[in-house]
C-alpha cells in the first residue's frame, strides 16, 4: 500500500482528534480562578474551609491540574486535600506556546519538550489516586527517550487511573508503544493514537487484566488481529470498540465478545471484518469518506456471524463491502434463506451511487438481508464516471422485499442531486412501501439555482402511485456542514445515529 501523503496525514490527524474523548475541562488551555478560601460577598469569613474534606476534594478534583496544585498554597488543610484528591491531568492545560507564533504573523508553535517535563512534574508530585489522564501535547518520543513515559504508566497503574487518552505527538513513525499500558487495570476508558502496539505474545491475558474496561478506541494504531483478539479477550465487560483512521489495520478483524455493543470501523481500510461472535452488539457503524485511498479502490467483506440483537447497521456501500451472512457472500440474485437473514435489525443505512449498475443492482438484495427494518437512510453518492447503464424498469421489476413491504415506516434519501436514477428509486420506495409514514429527501448542497432545480423534480412523486395511504413527504436542504461526527454514531443513547 503506497505511503501517505502530506495532506493525507494531516487529514488524518485532524480526524482521529476529532474522535478523541471530549477533554475534562470545557475550556482547557486557559487558566481558571483556583477556589478562594473566603465566601462570597468580600468578606474575610472562611466558609469553604469549613466543608468536609471529601466535597473539598471532590471540588479540587474538578479544576485542571495547574490550579488545583495552586490550592495547595491557601493552607496546610488544602495542602492535604490536594494530595488525596483524585488527579485529573489535561495536559493541554500545561502548554505554552511559543514565541513566533500566530501572533507574530506565523503558523502556531508550540512548547511540546515543556509540556513533557511539566507532565512528569504533575504526576511525579501527586502521591494520591489519579481519575483521569489525557495527553496529546506531549513530546512522547523524548518521553520514551528519557524513559519517563514507563514511568508515567506505573504511575496511572499504582493510583488506579480510570480514563486514559495517549496520543504520540507529535508523531514520529513507528514509536512502540510500551506494554505497560497493558498494566493499568483500574481503566474504564483507553484511547490510543498514532502508535505502534506492543507484541502481546508472551503477556498476560485473560479477565484480570482489563476487569473494568468499557471503552477502547484505537486511533491510527498500527496493530495486529492476535493483538485485537488479545485485547477483546482481556475486557470481560468491554462495551465499545472503536478503530479509527487505520489505514494499516491487519487483513482480518475478528469480533469476539461475549459484551461488546458497539462497533464502530471509521475511515479504516481492512480486507475483512467478522463479528464472528458477538451476542449483545447493538450497534455497527461503517463509515468511509473519499477519496479514501487514491490509490486504490479497496473491498472490506462484512461478515455478520453471531449477532442475534444487532439493531443498527450502517453505512453498507454495494461499492465498497462485501457482504457476508453466516457462509453466503449476498450478491444480486441471492436466495434469500433464514440463514441469510438479520431478523434483529430495525434501523439501516446505505450508501450507494445509483450510476454505477452493479451497486444500484446489489441494493435490493441488501434489503432483503434484513426484513423488519423500520428505518431505511439511503446516501446517494455521486458517481464520478457512471458505469453500465441502468433501465429504469429495473426497480419496477425487482421482486418482494419483506422490510419494504411490510416493516419500513420511515425512508430517508439523503444528497438527492436530482439524477433521473434517484427519482426511480425513490418512486420505487413509495409504490412498494405499505407502512411508509415519512419519506424525507435532503437535498445536496448547492446554490438557490440547483436547488429550485431539484425541487421541480421532486414535483413529480407528488403524483406517482402509492403502496400507503398517507405518506408525508418532505424535502428538506441541510444549513452548512453535516452533522454526522464519530460521537453521534458512537453514542448508545441515541436510537438512530444516522437521523442527523
Not at 260 to 287: D, F, K
Not at 302 to 321: D, F, M, N, Q, S
Not at 349 to 361: C, M
Request: hydrophobic share 45%; aromatic share 8%; proline share 7%.
Amino acid at each position: 500500500m503506497a505511503p501517505l501523503l502530506t495532506k493525507d496525514v494531516e487529514e488524518v490527524i485532524r480526524v482521529v482528534l476529532t474522535c478523541l474523548p471530549a477533554p475534562p475541562f470545557p475550556t482547557a488551555g486557559g487558566s481558571r480562578p483556583s477556589p478562594s478560601p473566603h465566601g462570597g460577598g468580600g468578606g474575610t469569613e472562611d466558609r469553604i474551609s469549613r466543608l468536609p474534606d471529601a466535597v473539598l476534594s471532590d471540588i479540587v478534583s474538578r479544576l485542571p491540574a495547574k490550579d488545583a496544585a495552586r490550592t495547595a498554597a491557601l493552607s496546610r488543610r488544602w495542602r492535604r486535600v490536594w494530595a488525596s484528591a483524585p488527579l485529573v491531568l489535561d495536559d493541554s492545560d500545561l502548554l505554552r506556546a511559543l514565541p513566533g507564533g500566530e501572533g507574530g504573523g506565523g503558523p502556531a508553535r508550540f512548547d511540546w519538550f515543556g509540556t513533557t517535563d511539566a507532565v512528569s512534574r504533575a504526576i511525579g508530585a501527586h502521591r494520591g489516586p489519579i481519575r483521569s489522564v489525557r495527553l496529546t501535547c506531549c513530546s512522547m518520543a523524548l518521553a520514551a527517550r528519557l524513559g519517563v513515559l514507563e514511568y508515567w504508566l506505573h504511575r496511572l497503574a499504582d493510583g488506579g487511573a480510570e480514563d486514559l487518552v495517549l496520543v504520540n505527538r507529535p508523531m514520529p513513525n513507528g514509536l512502540h508503544l510500551p506494554p505497560d499500558v497493558l498494566r493499568i487495570a483500574s481503566l474504564r476508558t483507553l484511547y490510543l493514537a498514532f502508535w505502534s502496539f506492543p507484541d502481546t505474545a508472551g503477556l498476560p491475558c485473560g479477565p484480570a487484566v482489563f476487569p473494568r474496561l468499557q471503552e477502547i478506541g484505537l486511533c491510527s494504531v498500527v496493530i495486529d488481529a492476535r493483538d485485537i483478539d488479545h485485547l477483546l479477550a482481556c475486557s470481560p465487560v468491554l462495551e465499545k470498540l472503536a478503530i479509527v483512521a487505520c489505514f494499516f489495520v491487519p487483513s482480518h478483524v475478528r469480533i469476539r465478545s461475549r459484551s461488546l455493543q458497539c462497533l464502530v470501523l471509521w475511515r479504516s481500510l481492512t480486507n475483512e471484518l467478522a463479528v464472528v461472535v458477538a451476542p449483545r452488539l447493538q450497534r455497527l457503524i461503517l463509515w468511509q469518506e473519499y477519496p479514501c485511498r487514491p490509490d486504490s479502490v479497496f473491498i472490506t467483506r462484512i461478515r455478520i456471524g453471531y449477532a442475534t440483537v444487532l439493531k443498527v447497521l450502517g453505512y453498507l456501500e454495494p461499492g465498497i463491502h462485501q457482504l457476508q451472512i453466516g457462509g453466503t457472500i449476498i450478491e444480486s440474485g441471492t436466495k434469500m434463506i433464514p440463514s441469510t437473514m438479520v431478523p434483529s435489525v430495525k434501523v439501516l443505512a446505505l450508501k450507494v451511487r445509483f450510476g454505477i449498475r452493479k451497486e444500484a443492482k446489489t441494493l435490493p438484495a441488501f434489503l432483503r438481508c434484513f426484513p423488519n427494518v423500520e428505518t431505511l437512510h439511503v446516501l446517494s453518492r455521486e458517481a464520478d464516471e457512471p458505469a453500465g447503464k441502468l433501465n429504469l424498469k429495473f426497480w419496477q421489476e425487482v421482486g418482494p422485499i419483506d422490510c419494504l413491504e411490510t416493516h419500513i415506516t420511515k425512508v430517508v434519501f439523503d444528497r438527492f442531486r436530482g439524477e433521473r436514477y434517484e427519482l426511480a428509486f425513490l418512486k420505487f420506495i413509495l409504490e412498494r412501501a405499505q407502512s411508509l409514514l415519512n419519506l424525507v429527501v435532503v437535498l445536496a448542497n448547492g446554490d438557490q439555482a440547483s436547488v429550485d432545480e431539484m425541487l421541480t423534480k421532486l414535483k413529480s412523486l407528488t403524483t406517482a402511485k402509492r403502496a400507503s395511504q398517507c405518506p408525508t413527504l418532505l424535502a428538506v436542504a441541510r444549513d452548512g456542514d453535516s452533522a454526522w461526527c464519530f460521537q453521534r454514531a458512537s453514542d448508545l443513547s441515541v436510537s438512530d445515529p444516522f437521523d442527523w
